[in-house]
C-alpha cells in the first residue's frame, strides 16, 4: 500500500496543473513520504525520501541530485524537529508541514541557483502554502485507508 | 523482523549524511561529467508508459469535448475548415509561381536555392511541471531519425529543439526557456539579434542592442538562420515592449512568442536541408510531408 500511494502521488506529481495554478501545485509526493514518515518511521524514512526526490528528478529532467537532496533534508527535519508530530493537532502539523516544504523550497531554489539554471521566482516558493492545505486532506484520506488494512496487517507485520 | 530492528539501529543523521553526500555527488557527476545521460535515456524509455499515465487526464477531457460538440458546431468547423483550405490553395497557387521565381533570381544572384525541408508530426507526451523548467516530452525519438538540436516547429512559428534523444521519445526545451537563446532577424528593417527565454511562457528578451536601434513595438522576429540551427525565416516572437534606457546604456526588447507555448498539443519536427545537406539529394524523400514557408502539403 505505501508503495502504490507513492506511485500515484508520483502520477499526480507528474501530471500537468493548468497554468494558473502553475506555482501553487502541491508536493504530492512529498506529501505522501512525510505522511509515512510520520505513520511508519520504521519503514519509510530518509531512504525513500532520497528515492522519491531522484525519481522526480529523473522524470522531470531536471538536474540529478537536487530534488533527491532537498527530499532527505525535508525527511530528516520531520523525523528530528518534529518527531511527535503525530500527537500535534492538524492545524500545527499542516504549520509545521508548510515550514518544512517552505525550507525545502528554497533549498531546491538555491541549489539550481547555484548550478545556474535557476532565475529569480519566488512565487515557487508560495507551493508550501498549498503544500499546508493539501496536507490535512491527505492525512485523512490516508490515514482512513491506512485503517481500513490496518485491521488486516496488525498482527502479522507490525 | 531483524532485518528492521537493524534498520531502526542507524541514526537519522549519519543516515541523512549518506543521503546528503550521495545527492550531492549525482549533482556533480550530473553537471560536470554528463554521465547521467545514458542513465536518463533509459530511464525515459523504462519510463514512458508512465508520461502516457499522467498525460490521460488532459487527454480524456480533450476527448470528452471532442464528443461532446454539437452537431451545429461540427458543420461551423467544417464550414471554417473548407473556407481556409480554399484561401490557402489560392495562396498556394500564388506561392508555386513565387518559388519558381524565386529560384530564378537566385540563380542569377549565384547564390544557393532553398530547397524544401522533410518535417513530420510529434505529439507531445508531457509538459515539465517544474517551474524552472520549460521542456516538453515528445512522441518520436532515434528510431524517427530524431537528433539533438533538431528544431521544432508549430503551426504559426518556432516552439524550439531537442535537448535528448531516447529510442522512442525525446526531450526538447522551448525557446522560452531559461537557458534557451535563439538568434533572429526584425522582417522589418533585417535588424539582427538574439532572443532569449526569461523562463515566462509568454516573453522573450533580446538585451544588449545598442539604444538607438530601429525596433517598434508590433515588430515581427523571424529566425535568422546564423548559428546553424534553425532554418531561416520561421516567425519567432512579436515585439511588446521597447525600453531603449534602463539604466544600463543597452536597449531591451521584450517579445511574445508567435506560437502559444501554453497550448500546444502537436510539433513538426523539421529536418532543415539547408545546412546539413545543400542538395537537398541525401535525405530521404519517401512517404515524408514537405514543408514550404509555414504552409505543409502531403505529398
Redesign the interface.
Known amino acids: 500500500m505505501v508503495y502504490g500511494s507513492l506511485f500515484l502521488a508520483l502520477i499526480l506529481n507528474l501530471i500537468a496543473p493548468p497554468p494558473v495554478l502553475q506555482h501553487f501545485y502541491p508536493n504530492i509526493l512529498l506529501l505522501t513520504v512525510m505522511f509515512w514518515t510520520v505513520k511508519i518511521p520504521r519503514m519509510v524514512n530518509i531512504g525513500h525520501g532520497f528515492m522519491a526526490g531522484l525519481m522526480l528528478d529523473l522524470l522531470v529532467g531536471s538536474t540529478l541530485g537536487i530534488k533527491a537532496f532537498a527530499f532527505s533534508l525535508m525527511v530528516f527535519m520531520l523525523t528530528s524537529a518534529f518527531s511527535k508530530l503525530e500527537t500535534y493537532s492538524l492545524l500545527q502539523q499542516s504549520v509545521s508541514i508548510a515550514i518544512i516544504s517552505f525550507v525545502g523550497q528554497i533549498v531546491i531554489f538555491w541549489l539550481e541557483h547555484l548550478f545556474g539554471l535557476a532565475f529569480i521566482d519566488y512565487h515557487t516558493i508560495l507551493s508550501c502554502v498549498s503544500d499546508m492545505v493539501m496536507w490535512p486532506v491527505l492525512w485523512v484520506s490516508l490515514g482512513f485507508l491506512m485503517r481500513f488494512r490496518h485491521v488486516r496487517n496488525t498482527n502479522n507485520q507490525l | 523482523m531483524k532485518q ?1 530492528d537493524q ?2 539501529g542507524i541514526p ?2 549519519f ?2 549524511f549518506i ?2 553526500l ?6 556533480l ?3 560536470s561529467l554528463h554521465l ?1 545521460k545514458e ?2 535515456v533509459s ?1 525515459d524509455t523504462l ?1 514512458s508508459p ?2 502516457s ?3 490521460s ?2 487527454v480524456l477531457t480533450s476527448a470528452m469535448r471532442q464528443q461532446m460538440r454539437t452537431r451545429y458546431q461540427l458543420v461551423e468547423d467544417n464550414r471554417r475548415l473548407q473556407e481556409t483550405l480554399m484561401l490557402l490553395k489560392g495562396e498556394l497557387l500564388k506561392y508555386g509561381q513565387m518559388k519558381q521565381e524565386n529560384e530564378k533570381l537566385r540563380a542569377l544572384l549565384g547564390s544557393p536555392i532553398q530547397s524544401d525541408s522533410r518535417v513530420e508530426v510529434a505529439e507531445i507526451m ?8 520549460q ?1 516538453i ?1 515528445i512522441n518520436k525519438g532515434k528510431q524517427a531519425g530524431v537528433y539533438e538540436g533538431q528544431p521544432l516547429i508549430g503551426e504559426d512559428g518556432i516552439i524550439g529543439q531537442i535537448t ?1 534523444v531516447s529510442p522512442n521519445m525525446s ?1 526538447a526545451i522551448l525557446i522560452s526557456d ?2 534557451h537563446s535563439i538568434p533572429v532577424r526584425d522582417i522589418r528593417n533585417d535588424i539582427r539579434g538574439i532572443a532569449s527565454g ?2 515566462q ?1 509568454d516573453m522573450l528578451i533580446m538585451d544588449d542592442l545598442p539604444r538607438n536601434v530601429d525596433i517598434q513595438v508590433g515588430d515581427l522576429l523571424v529566425t535568422s538562420g546564423l548559428g546553424g540551427k534553425f532554418p531561416r525565416g520561421y516567425p519567432v516572437a512579436r515585439v511588446v515592449e521597447y525600453s531603449p534606457d534602463n539604466g544600463t546604456g543597452f536597449a531591451e526588447v521584450k517579445a511574445r512568442p508567435i506560437e502559444d507555448l ?1 497550448r500546444i498539443r502537436y510539433v513538426l519536427l523539421m529536418w532543415p536541408t539547408e545546412y546539413f545537406a545543400p542538395d537537398g539529394q541525401n535525405l530521404g524523400r519517401e512517404s515524408v510531408n514537405y514543408i514550404k514557408n509555414g504552409v505543409s502539403l502531403v505529398r
Open positions: 528492521q534498520y531502526r537519522p543523521s543516515r541523512f543521503a546528503a550521495l545527492s550531492i555527488g549525482l549533482v557527476a550530473d553537471t547521467s542513465i536518463r530511464v519510463m508512465l508520461y499515465v499522467a498525460n487526464p488532459s508531457s509538459v515539465a511541471t517544474d517551474p524552472f523548467e521542456r516530452v535528448d526531450r531559461r537557458r526569461t523562463g511562457v501554453n
